[in-house]
Antibody, heavy 128, light 107 residues
Framework: QLQLHESGSGLVRPSQTLSLTCAVS??????????WNWIRQPPGKGLESIGY???????YYNPSLNSRVTISVDKLRNEVSLKVISVTAADTALYYC????????????????????WGRGTLVPVSS | DIQMTQSPSSLSASVGDSVTISCRAS??????LNWYQHTPGKAPKLLIY???RLPAGVSPSFSGSGSETEFTLTINSLQPDDFATYYC?????????FGQGTKVDIK
């Protein structure tokens, strides 16, 4: 059974860089057909998708983060990483990694994407 | 961004009750709608994808319906493990967006 486990830098000071890792166990991250996503939830607020990296290395980032984000994959370590530069208190959140998968409808060739596996999340406070 | 609005934001129910949660999209999203269950301290769990499809291993007490802008999640015969927060999420456009959540607690 594939499992995802987030870990990170703990407390981050404002203007510094937030760095997180998602360790994937029970399966290879190199297996095609999936995307690897980061999602966050600020205290008392809803879920926000940060972005993803897919199996050919293409990335997408939520424009709301203003180009401060980088998502990368280390296939040797079987890990996905997230970096957010120039953080502020607004970046304080519970950060999740999630695998993106899809259902392919053969009737009309449409792909229905969803997040089928999640980690438990790691809390990142941003404070001086 | 596509805005997802859930109602109610919370509800109280008893074991054995059936409940319905609504999710509205700010524009038509076809059937590109997923539902998740989240209990604090646990990983969120996929319940429904493509508006009405049940992933393997998910209890058939969960069902989803709807299309375009209006969607519902129904939980039949609530069990103790079902008291959690439920989120809808659209996969029609980028960025992917979620509803604000509906907390189901014990009456």
């Amino acid at each position: 059974q594939l499992q995802l486990h987030e870990s990170g830098s703990g407390l981050v000071r404002p203007s510094q860089t937030l760095s997180l890792t998602c360790a994937v166990s029970g399966g290879s991250i190199s297996r095609g057909g999936f995307s690897w996503n980061w999602i966050r939830q600020p205290p008392g607020k809803g879920l926000e998708s940060i972005g993803y990296i897919d199996d050919d290395g293409s990335t997408y980032y939520n424009p709301s983060l203003n180009s401060r984000v980088t998502i990368s994959v280390d296939k040797l370590r079987n890990e996905v990483s997230l970096k957010v530069i120039s953080v502020t208190a607004a970046d304080t959140a519970l950060y999740y990694c999630a695998r993106g998968s899809y259902y392919y409808d053969t009737r009309d060739s449409r792909r229905y994407w969803y997040f089928d596996l999640w980690g438990r999340g790691t809390l990142v406070p941003v404070s001086s | 961004d596509i805005q997802m609005t859930q109602s109610p934001s919370s509800l109280s129910a008893s074991v054995g009750d059936s409940v319905t949660i609504s999710c509205r999209a700010s524009q038509s999203i076809g059937d590109y709608l997923n539902w998740y269950q989240h209990t604090p301290g646990k990983a969120p769990k996929l319940l429904i994808y493509a508006a009405s499809r049940l992933p393997a291993g998910v209890s058939p007490s969960f069902s989803g319906s709807g299309s375009e802008t209006e969607f519902t999640l129904t939980i039949n015969s609530l069990q103790p493990d079902d008291f959690a927060t439920y989120y809808c999420q659209q996969s029609y456009g980028f960025p992917r967006t979620f509803g604000q959540g509906t907390k189901v607690d014990i009456k």
